[in-house]
């Protein structure tokens, strides 16, 4: 229909399910991992006077606040868009799908401020993330509506194309796996990887990328 839904990939890593009702199995989650949704995953970000100093997948453990979504699925098959990105396959050897397409900062420690009942407070997770994206989403379409009287439609192979190499910061350290059963399933890499996808947008070069 050309309309980019962001979603958001999960906040209890590639478990995807919280540790009480875990079945011991990597999952992805739905809708997520649908090839028309875009995926939003999840990172820690360290920021000093307005300049990053540093940015790793967000993983803060389950007695801590969990981590980023991701993984490969084993009902959708990989979307051509992902082709070119060496999506690995899934632990029961799958070739599906692969979560999260993009990150974005998420863990509730370094996360977003709010007001909530009149009282200030922090707020992480893939819920914000997904939000986050879709306002950066809606403002892109903004800017093309007005250049070309029509919106950038759905983005997700656009983000896989050569062209969009240099729009991301490559997220290479850390890794998603919450629970110690899965230590070592997913970690991050150069590219694209099940932990925070291509990586976490430029704003600015997204919206020149999306509006040629």
Same mark, same amino acid.
């Given at each position: ?31 997520? %991992? ?49 082709? %070119? ?8 050897? %799958? ?68 062209? %969009? ?48």
């Amino acid at each position: 229909m050309g309309v980019t839904v962001c979603i958001a990939s999960g906040d209890n890593g590639s478990a995807d399910m919280e540790q009480r009702d875990w079945d011991g199995k990597p999952h992805v989650d739905f809708p997520a %991992s649908s090839p028309f949704a875009l995926g939003c995953g999840g990172t820690t970000l360290q920021a000093t006077s307005g300049h990053i100093t540093g940015e790793v997948v967000w993983n803060n453990g389950p007695a801590t606040g969990g981590g980023g979504g991701g993984g490969v699925s084993v009902y959708f098959p990989l979307p051509p868009y992902q082709s %070119s990105s060496m999506v690995a396959k899934s632990p029961t050897g %799958s070739a599906g799908r692969g979560v999260p397409d993009l990150a974005a900062n998420a863990d509730p420690d370094t996360g977003y401020q709010i007001i909530l009942d009149g009282s200030g407070t922090i707020v992480g997770g893939t819920s914000a993330v997904a939000p986050l994206v879709a306002g950066l989403i809606a403002c892109i379409n903004e800017a093309a509506t007005k250049k070309f009287g029509k919106t950038v439609g759905f983005i997700n192979p656009l983000i896989y194309a050569a062209a %969009s190499r240099n729009i991301f910061r490559d997220i290479t350290d850390g890794n998603n796996d919450v629970y110690a059963d899965l230590r070592g399933l997913y970690t991050a890499g150069p590219g694209w990887d099940s932990c925070s996808g291509q990586g976490v947008p430029d704003g600015a070069a997204l919206l020149q990328l999306l509006n040629q």
